[in-house]
T-cell receptor, first 110, second 115 residues
Framework: GDSVTQMEGPVTLSEEAFLTINCTYT??????LFWYVQYPGEGLQLLLK?????DKGSNKGFEATYRKETTSFHLEKGSVQVSDSAVYFC?????????FGKGTTLSVSS | EPEVTQTPSHQVTQMGQEVILRCVPI?????FYWYRQILGQKVEFLVS????????KSEIFDDQFSVERPDGSNFTLKIRSTKLEDSAMYFC?????????????FGDGTRLSIL
C-alpha cells in the first residue's frame, strides 16, 4: 500500500545550520505531497505542499521539491532558528486520507 | 486566521466507558476528518465525513467508533466502549474540498487516556 518513510530523528542542529529532513514515498499513482509541523503542545500545521512532479513548495524559509524520479520530497532550510524546533511530518494524499510518516524531531540550540 | 478547535484537551476515562470527543471545524469547510496518534507511532487516518455521511474510513474505524455532526458547527467522535489501546492523541481536521491537492487544517488534538 501507499506509505511515507522519513529519516529517523532526533535531528540536533546549531542555530543558522543547514537543515535537510529526508522523505520518500511509495504510491501507485501521483499523490499530492505535504509537510506538516507540530510545535510543542500544539496541533499539526501545514508547512508547505506540492501537487505535481517538479513543483517546489516553500514557506517560512523551508522548501521541498516533488521528485517523481526518486519518489522523494526532502525538506530543506538554509539557516535554522531555535524557533524551528518541532516535529516535522511528511505526508501524501490522493483523496480523503492523509498518509503520514512517523515524524522527525528537530532540536535547534543557540 | 480561522482555526479548528477541539475539546477537551485531555480526557481521562475508565475502560469500558463511552467517550465523546468534540470538534468545531472551520466554518466554511465541508469535509471533516478524524485521525489518531498512539504515543510514539504514526498519525493514522480514521474517517472522513461529508454531507452528513461517512465518505471513507480505515480498518481502525470499527463498530466501536461513530461520528456525527449534531448541528451546524460541531463534529464529534464517539467511542462506545473504550479499551486500553484507544489511548492516543485524537486530531480533528477539516477542508474545503477533499481533492488530493487540498490541505487539511488540524486542531490541537485531544489526549485520551484510558485507565
Amino acid at each position: 500500500g501507499d506509505s511515507v518513510t522519513q529519516m529517523e530523528g532526533p535531528v540536533t542542529l546549531s542555530e543558522e545550520a543547514f537543515l535537510t529532513i529526508n522523505c520518500t514515498y511509495t504510491a501507485t499513482g501521483y499523490p499530492s505531497l505535504f509537510w506538516y509541523v507540530q510545535y510543542p503542545g500544539e496541533g499539526l500545521q501545514l508547512l508547505l505542499k506540492a501537487t505535481k512532479a517538479d513543483d517546489k513548495g516553500s514557506n517560512k524559509g523551508f522548501e521541498a521539491t516533488y521528485r517523481k524520479e526518486t519518489t522523494s520530497f526532502h525538506l530543506e532550510k538554509g539557516s535554522v532558528q531555535v524557533s524551528d524546533s518541532a516535529v516535522y511530518f511528511c505526508a501524501l494524499k490522493f483523496q480523503a486520507a492523509l498518509i503520514f510518516g512517523k515524524g522527525t524531531t528537530l532540536s535547534v540550540s543557540s | 486566521e480561522p482555526e479548528v478547535t477541539q475539546t477537551p484537551s485531555h480526557q481521562v476515562t475508565q475502560m469500558g466507558q463511552e467517550v465523546i470527543l468534540r470538534c468545531v471545524p472551520i466554518s466554511n469547510h465541508l469535509y471533516f476528518y478524524w485521525y489518531r496518534q498512539i504515543l510514539g507511532q504514526k498519525v493514522e487516518f480514521l474517517v472522513s465525513f461529508y454531507n452528513n455521511e461517512i465518505s471513507e474510513k480505515s480498518e481502525i474505524f470499527d463498530d466501536q467508533f461513530s461520528v456525527e455532526r449534531p448541528d451546524g458547527s460541531n463534529f464529534t467522535l464517539k467511542i462506545r466502549s473504550t479499551k486500553l489501546e484507544d489511548s492516543a492523541m485524537y486530531f480533528c481536521a477539516s477542508s474545503w474540498d477533499d481533492r488530493g491537492n487540498q490541505p487539511q487544517h488540524f486542531g490541537d488534538g485531544t489526549r485520551l487516556s484510558i485507565l
